[in-house]
């Protein structure tokens, strides 16, 4: 795929002109990693954020005895490094690929200069990032509705508008952690899922699950969540 | 309190250093309105974005019926109106005072030029935003724990990770509502709170918790859970 339209899929550039996306290649640095290579240190002075493209990336601390705790794992489209950049600290952490990743490298300094003569870079980087926080909010309340319908219903609106276009969902989740985020039991979410589909509102096939009726999902979810 | 010091509480403008702040200052319009004053409307051009001091606003949508639609509710530090304002489009919604409340208005052009000469401003802001994305993401995850204590001790660390500085929390749920986020009932909730308090982990006083032993806290959200 072009480096143009592997931009165009990185959430943190959603909806960004052409003109704009063109600029932000002009600045990047592919890198490619091996599984084990450090991308970068804790303490080290943070001269660019990263976006992967294609692998994992782990982002850990390492305790007084050698011990790493890992604080979060980075997939494909995933920026990572970008709090110390933006806010101009060092890296509080170090960086690992897990597997064999593509990197984009984006240096500060370039980045910095497409915002001064581009503010509406930022502009729309920042109306992307308050969405996805204003989506997570919620999120959050949803997830405090009474009936466990309503909360999977509000979680799978979520998971949808989180990818934009598409109605589909892969979950990254296995179902028995879906339940727990749910509140409630394996067994429980099955019922409902099988429900759901038998009223025609998704239809599941493994860990995919296709949003056939948004409006009643949405209903479900507003109504405080019984079937 | 001084307009700076107000500034400087809103969690979007947290860490700025005070000159930016002053620049701020600068630009902001102060606005009072009355209960069920209309700020903005839906269609109308988003010439700058506002946000809550005092008060609380609703953003709503009106139905082909009339019937209205509540989409959010924001109060005192929260910022609305700047999706449209930072992507460019229209007030998607409309937007009301629920009751008595003083509002800041950043008029757009004023930002934009703010931004175009000091870009750091727009990269702090975009630095506090990809922190706080990351604490929600980290939240969902943690919502998944298997067992109920370890949900609470993640949302507790959570709750107190986003207010900085303070140790302190006060609920702006209620205990039912808690309980249903975290998938249990309010009797298992207030068991939890009370063998915590027991362990010396938490102090409550009413809605108001402070985080006595983070350490512990954090170790039960990361072993998963059981108290």
């Given at each position: 795929?072009?480096?143009?339209?592997?931009?165009?899929?990185?959430p943190l550039?959603e909806g960004?002109?052409?003109?704009?996306?063109?600029?932000?290649?002009?600045?990047?640095?592919?890198?490619?990693?091996?599984?084990?290579?450090?991308?970068?240190?804790?303490?080290?002075?943070?001269?660019?954020?990263?976006?992967?493209?294609?692998?994992?990336?782990?982002?850990?601390?390492?305790?007084?005895?050698?011990?790493?705790?890992?604080?979060?794992?980075?997939?494909?489209?995933?920026?990572?490094?970008?709090?110390?950049?933006?806010?101009?600290?060092?890296?509080?952490?170090?960086?690992?690929?897990?597997?064999?990743?593509?990197?984009?490298?984006?240096?500060?300094?370039?980045?910095?200069?497409?915002?001064?003569?581009?503010?509406?870079?930022a502009l729309n980087m920042l109306g992307v990032l308050s969405m996805r926080l204003r989506r997570f909010t919620a999120?959050?309340?949803?997830?405090?509705?009474?009936?466990?319908?309503?909360?999977?219903?509000?979680?799978?609106?979520?998971?949808?508008?989180?990818?934009?276009?598409?109605?589909?969902?892969?979950?990254?989740?296995?179902?028995?952690?879906?339940?727990?985020?749910?509140?409630?039991?394996?067994?429980?979410?099955?019922?409902?899922?099988?429900?759901?589909?038998?009223?025609?509102?998704?239809?599941?096939?493994?860990?995919?699950?296709?949003?056939?009726?948004?409006?009643?999902?949405?209903?479900?979810?507003?109504?405080?969540?019984?079937?």
């Amino acid at each position: 795929m072009s480096i143009l339209k592997t931009i165009a899929q990185i959430p943190l550039f959603e909806g960004l002109p052409s003109e704009q996306l063109e600029d932000l290649a002009m600045i990047i640095t592919e890198q490619g990693f091996r599984k084990g290579e450090i991308i970068f240190s804790e303490g080290e002075e943070a001269e660019g954020f990263y976006v992967a493209v294609k692998g994992r990336v782990k982002v850990y601390k390492l305790s007084a005895e050698g011990k790493e705790q890992i604080l979060h794992i980075f997939g494909p489209g995933e920026p990572f490094g970008e709090v110390p950049v933006f806010t101009g600290q060092r890296f509080p952490a170090h960086a690992e690929a897990m597997e064999e990743s593509r990197i984009f490298f984006f240096p500060k300094a370039s980045f910095v200069d497409l915002v001064r003569r581009n503010p509406s870079l930022a502009l729309n980087m920042l109306g992307v990032l308050s969405m996805r926080l204003r989506r997570f909010t919620a999120l959050i309340d949803d997830l405090s509705l009474k009936e466990v319908p309503g909360r999977l219903a509000a979680y799978l609106l979520y998971l949808t508008a989180e990818k934009a276009e598409s109605s589909e969902i892969e979950l990254s989740t296995t179902k028995a952690q879906l339940a727990s985020l749910l509140g409630t039991i394996p067994e429980t979410l099955s019922r409902i899922l099988g429900k759901m589909t038998a009223q025609g509102l998704i239809e599941t096939d493994g860990r995919v699950i296709r949003i056939l009726d948004r409006g009643s999902l949405q209903e479900l979810a507003d109504s405080g969540g019984r079937l």
